[in-house]
Every structure is written in C-alpha cells, then in structure tokens.
C-alpha cells in the first residue's frame, strides 16, 4: 500500500513518484520541511515548501485511509461475512466516506428495528415481496405471524424496516445521491420567531436560499454561526420542491415500478419512507459535514496566508524605539527600547481626557527621545490611537531636531502576551499594562521575532478563528510561524526562547537549553559551539544549523544559510577562485564566472551548489520587503470626518475571501470590494493586496450609524452620488468578516515597498462595485466581532 500512496500523491502534485519516496524517507527520518525544501533538493528533485507541506497532509490523510481499510476489513472478516467483491470494493474506496459508505452495512449498531425483524424471521417476507410485485403484501404476510409477530401488520412492519435499511445502506446508491444533492441542493436560512432584533447582525440571512456549490466559506460560516447562536434555523434543501428525483432513482436503483400491481403501492411507500426517514437525514448530515468542511480548509487557508504576510512585514531593523500604548483614563503606557530590543525606560503618561497634560506628557516624551536617541515611534492602534497619534505628531513639530518618525503599528495579540508566563519572565517586575508598550515597540523593529511570542490565532487575521478546529488551525498556523522563521534565519545570540524554538530541529526544551548556555557561557562564536548545547544531538544540529547565523563570528560563513555540511564545498570553490573567504564573499563578478557543474561530489548536486553561490553573493539576505510607512491624512480622525470622494492612504490590514479592510486611521476600518481592488478581474483577493500593504483608497461610502465603510481602489473610476439598489428578486446575501474585536491594523508596513493603486492595466472604468455586490459587502463587514 506504500507505493499506491506515494504514486497517489505524485500524481495529486504532478511530481515523479520517486520524488514523493524521497521526501516521505526525509520525514519519516524526522526531517522537517523547511531542512528538506531548503537543504534536500536534490534527493527531492527540489519539491518546495508548499508541494511539501502538502504531501504531508494528504500522506497523513492516505495513511489513516489505510489504517481505517485494515480494521474495516478485520471487522467484516471476524463476522464471516468477507467475500471477493466486497473485500474488492473496500480496496478500491479512495476515499474516507466511500469506505465508511461501504462499511454501513456491516458496522455494529445498537439493535435496530430491521435486526428485530431479522431475528422475528421476517427477512424472506422482506425478499419476497421485494422479487414478485404482483403478491398481495398483506395475504403474503399472514404466512409470518407468529408468537413473536402478532399480525399481518407487524409482519410488513418489519419486512418494511428492513427493506429500508437495505436500501439505506446501499453503498453506490448512497455516494450518487450525495453527489446528486450537493450539486442540486441548496442551503435555507430562516430567521427564528422573535430573534429578529437580537440577531440583528444576521439580518442579510433572515430570508436566504444559496446552493451549495457557490457558497463561499465566509457565508457558511456566518450561516451556522447564525445557528450556532439560536437566531437562524439552517435547511439542507436536497434539490427544487418541483423537481423530485430521489425517491425515482432510489426506487430504479432496487427494480421498484408501479403498474398497478397488488405489491406496487407498499414497495413505493417503503421507497418514500427510505427516502424521508433515512436517505435524507443521512445526505442532509453529509451535506452540513461537507459544507463545514470546506468553508473551515478555506479560512484556515485564508488566516494562514495573512498570517504568513503579518509575519513577512518589513522590520524597522535596530534603531531605537518608543512604544505608545494608547489609554485614555489609565493613561498612555510608554517603553523606550535600545536598537536591541533591551528596555531602557518606561512610563505613564496622561495627555487625553480626562486629565489633559498635553504639554507635560510632550515634554516627558521629549526627554526620553533625547536621552535614548530614540529614532523611531511606534503607537498602538487600539483605543485612543488617533490622539495619540495627534501626540506624537505634535511632539515631532515641536522637537525636529529630534528627527523622530511615527508609526502606527497593529497591537493584536498584545495583552495576550503582557500576561503570558513567558512576558513575565522576560520582563520581570514590569507592570502588565507596560508591558504591552514594549511589545508594540519591539513589533515595529521586528515584526517576525516579537510576534511569534504570541499564539497565532490570538493575531487575529483570520475569519471566524474561533468556529474553527483548534487543532487544524494550530497546525496550519504552526507550519506557516516555522516556514516564515526558517525562511528569514535567526540571530542565535540573541534570538528569544520563542522564536528558537520554531527553528527546524529545534523544540521548546532545546531552546531554553541553548539560552541557558548563551547566558553561562557568552555568545556563541561559532556553529560548531552550537553542539555544546545540552542535549542537542547530531540530528538537531543537522536540521537547525544552517538557518541559525553567528554575525560577526569566527567564520563568516556561520552568518550565512550555508549549511556547514556544505563548507567543504566552499573550500572547493576558494581553492578555484585562488581567493580567501572574505574576498569571496559579496563579490559577484567573480561568483557569477563561476560555472556550478564544477563543484558538484557524489553528495551535492549542480541544485545546492547554485544555492551556495547565490548565499555568498548576498549573505544572510532577508527576504523582508524594505521598511516604509503609511500617511494617515491630517484633520481625519474618525467616520465623521470621512466624506465620499477622500483619497486617502491607509494599511491592508486583513485580507477576506470577498475583500480587503484598510486602517485609513479612524478606528473603523473600511472595507475594499473584491470588484473594487482592481480594473480586471480579481478571484483572489491576496493577488493583488496582503496584510501589511500600504494603499491608496477612495472613499465610496459611509454608513457611521452602523460604522461601515465603503472603499475603491480604483482611483481613476468616477465616484458615484449614489449606488445602486440590490434587485429585488434575488435574496440578500451577506457574512463576511469584520476586524477582530479592532485588533487587525498592521503598523504602516509595506510589502515590497510599493503602493498598490488598483492593478497594473487600465480599462474602460466601471461602477458595478457600488451596486448590490458592494452593499453586500458592506453588510458583511459588520457581521461579528470575533
């Protein structure tokens, strides 16, 4: 079965199948996927990161297919009911539900009315009025009445139950009716009796019917988080009222025909009650299965992707910061940090109502500027952002000689980690609420180090995260952390706990252990101490050496991704060159003259030898864009201020199926369309927009009663007076996701040091945005507050 899963998999990804062979070895032997990706690309033919990733998942799914076929097979094997075609069957389901389908039959269940019947000997009846239609049902049920069956009327009770399950069971039949409703079907939502103004954020559902197959995630989660809070009652329609097709195909699947036969109208009777009391139920739980399913992949495919952005952020790099934590009555928590992230001073200061001290709180933050050479200040976007982002900006007029900049930076997940165990350690004795201040500051510097510190479903960039598996959304958001952490490499002498602890190889304990060793023993200075580490053996050094750096070490290449396995190489290469390290290092002209084939042994392949070159030639490079930051408009504070037609700047700060929000810095963020993103045609959101953009929107729309905000980035469309009016034959539709709890604004980072401005090529404009599709939007925006 082993090769069957491995040439499954190849041909799923469209890789050969002795590259699916080699990379299950590598994981099997306990390598991780960013090692293998990175330094395994030629036992692998240099499957990447997602091919691996999604090997594997699907190896883990085929592997408990397989497991899940061995006992089904055991346990039809023990009660002597195993035959060719049955065990043929059961090794051909290539799927959990085919299998559990084929499994029904045979499955131990509670006592049901059809073994009852079995046992009372009504299965002959059963058989005999199934085979001959033109036998009386009741004359032919008289011959069964027993001690046991008391009439003629209990014998086809039973016959009938047992009928029922029969066809219910009926493995092939089963897998085409659930095909035939999940394409036919379609998903009915009705607002409860009196819930209409407590569940007032579902109103777009009170009245709703959207097949299957073109619900998007979003709407199906908002769907059963409708019912979930008692406020919608969900239908699993099987197909249109007028256009029955299951009961005919049940009765043709089992030779079932009226011709007015004496048997006709029970068998057609026991096909109904198959099909209202069994089939239906069966398919609708099916069916609700598939749907969660599906909606639950795409938002942790979503959450996962911003996530992996959120992560990637330009850092600020080190340059000391001052970190605002905005409060109004508890105040503005202020750190300063040095370029290394060390806190080097801490503060309350009182600038807004009720207390006022403006010029106190200017002159305090003047001081600590000055006395730190703070470069940089990073303000939380919670409560009370916008005047203390008013604070800094007054501070920056008043003190240019400080030559300060400002930067709004998200704070998701802030108190989350002021009141970890690991915070408390970290900063011991600091009061909690500066400790957040901290974070903030050391988010800006960087984004990656500081962020993995914090559970990644407390960021808040995903849609619906806490209706999700906990345990699929953990192990999603673990593989991107480890992908985005291994990708960027990590400074081993000053790297935290946390975010060693997601370097390949490297677990929890290990990196507490290599801490341990830092601080008793003093930087490492080279990759070779790293075995020193309790408990770091040949594998984990293996796995985690070449994304751990060492700059300004004994060797420069220990500040490299060249692995150490591969240093020999390098002196291979040098001997070539007639140079040392140092010369070689950076200097393209002369790497770039170097052909790979040279270099390649019996180990390392033309793939790794490329890769060696292209490190030397820019040495612990990061893949991070350059650091840049957003403008948010001057008198634009909150909704009131915005009037339609503003251009202004914002920061994408959450990516949805159906849009993007953008902080254009009024504590609301506003909602950009799918339709709205760019002049052509857009299916996923993130191909033109990630978390951390900077952008430039129009305003389209304003609703500040109910605080939604309509945006365009497509600037060159003419703005619109009005929009259209959604048609009145088609249902409402709504449910997306709104901004966590106001925890998603991503700090004024930009990816790749561009402004996205509504795609590269110029149409003729168009307006549909602000029709139904938009006032959809728009209602969705506002849907929950996770």
């Known amino acids: 079965m082993t090769t069957a899963i491995h040439q499954r998999i190849a041909t799923e990804l469209g890789v050969r199948e002795g590259q699916v062979t080699a990379a299950v070895d590598l994981l099997d032997g306990g390598a991780t996927v960013p090692f293998i990706a990175r330094y395994r690309k030629e036992v692998t033919g240099a499957l990447d990161d997602t091919q691996l990733r999604t090997l594997d998942e699907r190896l883990g799914y085929l592997r408990e297919l397989e497991d899940r076929r061995a006992a089904v097979l055991e346990s039809i094997r023990s009660q002597g009911k195993l035959d060719d075609a049955l065990e043929q069957a059961i090794l051909a389901a290539d799927s959990k539900a085919r299998l559990e389908d084929i499994y029904l039959p045979y499955k131990p269940k509670r006592r049901t009315r059809a073994q009852a019947a079995r046992e009372a000997g009504l299965e002959p009846l059963a058989d005999q009025l199934l085979g001959d239609p033109n036998l009386d049902p009741r004359t032919t049920a008289a011959a069964f009445v027993t001690e046991e069956v008391k009439d003629e009327q209990a014998a086809l009770d039973g016959a009938r139950a047992i009928l029922i399950e029969r066809f219910a069971e009926d493995a092939d039949l089963i897998g085409e009716l659930r095909e035939r409703m999940w394409t036919r079907g379609r998903l009915v939502a009705k607002v409860r009796e009196g819930k209409e103004n407590e569940g007032a954020k579902f109103a777009d559902y009170f009245d709703f019917a959207e097949p299957y197959a073109k619900l998007p995630s979003h709407r199906i989660l908002a769907l059963f988080r409708g019912e979930k809070e008692e406020v919608l009652d969900l239908t699993m329609e099987p197909e249109p009222a007028d256009e029955s097709t299951f009961e005919p195909r049940i009765a043709a699947r089992f030779g079932v025909v009226d011709q007015g036969r004496p048997g006709d109208k029970w068998m057609a009777d026991t096909v109904r009650w198959t099909w209202r009391t069994r089939v239906l139920i069966h398919l609708g739980a099916d069916t609700r299965v598939r749907l969660w399913q599906a909606a639950e992949d795409e938002a942790v495919r979503v959450f996962a992707a911003n996530l992996r952005d959120l992560l990637l952020a330009a850092p600020a790099g080190t340059r000391a910061t001052m970190g605002l934590d905005p409060g109004f009555r508890t105040g503005v928590k202020v750190a300063v940090v040095d370029a290394t992230g060390k806190v080097v001073a801490t503060d309350v200061i009182y600038p807004h109502v009720p207390q006022n001290k403006w010029d106190e709180s200017i002159h305090r933050l003047a001081a600590l500027a000055s006395k730190h050479s703070v470069d940089l200040i990073a303000i939380g976007n919670g409560t009370a952002s916008r005047e203390t982002d008013k604070l800094a900006g007054d501070l920056i007029k008043r003190h240019p000689e400080a030559k300060l900049t400002k930067v709004m930076v998200s704070e998701a997940g802030a108190s989350v980690y002021s009141a970890s165990a690991y915070a408390a350690q970290e900063l011991p004795g600091m009061d909690v609420s500066l400790r957040g201040a901290v974070s903030i500051a050391r988010r800006l510097q960087d984004p990656l180090a500081e962020l993995v510190k914090i559970d990644p479903r407390s960021i ?306 168009q307006t549909s945005f602000n029709g139904g599709a938009m006032a959809d939007a728009l209602r969705r925006a506002g849907l929950t507050k996770d």
């Open 460 to 765: 808040g960039v995903g849609q619906y995260q806490h209706d999700l598996s906990e345990s699929k959304l953990s192990k999603s958001l673990d593989a991107v952390v480890e992908d985005c952490v291994n990708a960027v490499g990590v400074d081993i002498n000053t790297a935290s706990a946390p975010l060693l602890s997601r370097v390949s190889g490297i677990t929890t304990g290990l990196a507490e252990n290599i801490v341990l060793h830092r601080d008793s023993n003093g930087p490492f200075k080279n990759r070779n101490e790293i075995k020193k580490v309790a408990r770091l053996g040949p594998k984990a050094f293996e796995q985690c050496a070449g994304f751990l750096r060492i700059p300004d070490g004994d060797d420069p290449l220990d500040s490299s991704a060249v692995h150490p396995e591969s240093y020999p190489v390098v002196r291979t290469i040098l001997a070539s060159a007639q140079t040392d390290i140092k010369s070689l290092i950076g200097n393209s002209p002369l790497l770039r003259a170097l052909k790979p084939e040279q270099f390649i042994t019996d180990t390392v392949g033309v793939l790794t030898v490329t890769d060696i070159l292209r490190e030397l030639d820019k040495p612990g490079r990061d893949p991070r864009p350059g650091f840049t930051t957003a403008t948010f408009a001057e008198g634009v504070e909150k909704i009131a201020d915005l009037k339609p037609g503003m251009v202004l700047e914002g920061v994408v700060t959450n990516v949805a199926a159906f849009g993007a929000f953008v902080d254009i810095g009024v504590h609301q963020d506003g909602l950009v369309h799918v339709s709205a993103l760019s002049n052509t045609f857009v299916k996923d959101p993130r191909e033109v927009v990630k978390s951390g953009d900077v952008v430039k929107v129009r305003v389209v729309e304003v609703d500040e009663q109910r605080k939604r905000i309509s945006l365009t980035m497509r600037l060159q469309d003419e703005p619109v007076r009005k929009p259209r009016e959604p048609r009145e034959d088609k249902p409402r539709q709504g449910g997306g996701q709104p901004r966590q709890g106001g925890q998603q604004r991503q700090g004024g980072q930009r990816q790749g040091g561009q402004q996205r401005q509504g795609g590269q090529r110029q149409q003729q404009p």
